[in-house]
């Protein structure tokens, strides 16, 4: 961890008796990450995936963060995969923080639990941020026999090759989180989905993800919300970006030139979602209390 940044790791405990691991890092106001797959406290500093996602959102805010029940340092011997105990979750931390309003930050799987806490806890959220968010999950968008097909494939391929030495398996998400990333990039994000879940609850997880569809919580949403979404994106498509913005009253909509579900450090779009994320969060911020 770069020098001037200390993380602080704390645990709580779910609805359902379930422990969640998150964390703190950096100062200022609070930004919240709802949490979302393919994640580790600890190792996500190590990782080029994920370090300079904390460093770029840790440095004008206090940044917390935790990891989903199933992966990383939260408790992996879960049996609720649903998104009502993953809203829970976030609710969890959030008052285990002592937190009364706060911005929210969806990406990918997490934008569905910002949605969906945000639609629950209007007093709350002072403003919501979506990247790569999708509004439904693969098997609920599907519109024939063969893209039903496709989701139930993946998550096959996940009880059958997650665990293997081999990482063809894994190299296969890859592809579709991180296309456009060189070689050493595409090992690293095959490393870290190893490191952070199993093979069975990585499976649980995908199913969940795939039966989603927040449509109504969408426009039940108040905050002023930003929705993000790369162009080119393979893993969820633009159209879902533009789906919550049409949803949500009043929501800001960016296409980013990208065709990565997870920006890397080199690209444009990596500055450009950042300046304009906090350009979005501190624009009438208001009063929000600092975790303690």
């Not at 008796?17 to 996500?44: C, F, M, N």
Request: glycine letters at 6%; a negative charge.
């Amino acid at each position: 961890m770069p020098s001037g940044l200390r993380q602080q790791i704390h645990f709580c405990t779910a609805a359902d008796g379930a422990r969640l691991a998150y964390a703190l890092v950096g100062s200022g106001p609070p930004l919240v990450r709802a949490a979302h797959w393919i994640t580790h406290l600890d190792y996500d500093w190590q990782s080029p995936v994920w370090r300079h996602w904390l460093l770029g959102l840790a440095r004008r805010h206090t940044l917390v963060r935790y990891d989903e029940r199933g992966c990383g340092l939260s408790d992996h011997d879960v049996t609720d995969f649903s998104l009502d105990a993953f809203v829970q979750d976030l609710e969890a931390v959030v008052d285990d923080l002592g937190l009364d309003r706060f911005p929210l930050l969806g990406v990918s799987q997490g934008g569905a639990v910002a949605v969906t806490y945000a639609a629950r806890h209007p007093d709350r959220v002072s403003r919501l941020v979506l990247y790569g968010a999708y509004v439904q999950g693969r098997t609920r968008r599907a519109t024939n026999d063969q893209q039903r097909r496709e989701a139930a494939l993946q998550v096959e391929m996940v009880r059958v090759g997650w665990g293997q030495d081999d990482p063809a398996f894994r190299r296969f998400f890859t592809s579709s989180f991180i296309p456009d990333a060189p070689a050493e990039l595409w090992e690293s994000f095959a490393e870290l989905l190893r490191r952070t879940s199993s093979a069975e609850n990585a499976a649980r997880l995908i199913e969940s993800w795939n039966e989603i569809d927040v449509t109504e919580e969408a426009t039940r949403v108040t905050a002023p919300t930003l929705v993000l979404h790369a162009r080119d994106d393979l893993r969820a498509p633009l159209e879902q970006g533009r789906r919550f913005a049409t949803l949500i009253a009043g929501a800001q909509f960016l296409p980013l030139a990208s065709r990565n579900h997870l920006l890397r450090a080199d690209e444009p779009a990596w500055d450009q979602f950042l300046d304009e994320v906090e350009a979005f969060v501190a624009e009438k911020r208001g009063k929000t209390t600092p975790p303690h």
